[in-house]
């Protein structure tokens, strides 16, 4: 199996920065059979939005309402999301994701709220 355990959410200020992780474990975990790694984010509304993206390939896509802001990386089996100039409506649950072996894994999410 394929566990995802994100961390490094919180309460920020507009304009601050933050931090996420996801660390990828368990005997089916294989970076090497891994095809995607993905933040997304879920509103109250239970929306879901894709945030940004790295391919097998490192091509990084993001979000328009991220772009410049965000950024996504992997080091070893953990992949981070450094959130710098937040909004208040960058404000959401975080939830990361991994495609391997054509199935799609999801951690619990981390909750990032941005206010003063």
């Known amino acids: 199996q394929v566990q995802l355990v994100e961390s490094g959410g919180g309460l920020v200020q507009p304009g601050g920065s933050l931090r996420l992780s996801c660390t990828a474990s368990g005997n089916g975990f294989n970076i090497n059979a891994v095809t995607a790694m993905a933040w997304y984010r879920q509103d109250v509304r239970n929306a879901r939005e894709l945030v940004a993206i790295?391919?097998?390939?490192?091509t990084r896509t993001y979000a328009d309402s991220v772009k410049g802001r965000f950024t996504i990386f992997v080091v070893k089996n953990t992949m981070y999301l450094q959130m710098d100039s937040v909004r208040s409506e960058d404000t959401a649950l975080y939830l990361c994701?991994?495609?391997?072996?054509?199935?799609?894994?999801w951690g619990q999410g981390t909750q990032v709220t941005v206010s003063s």
């Open positions: 994701y991994v495609r391997q072996n054509d199935q799609d894994y």
């Open positions: 790295l391919s097998r390939e490192s």
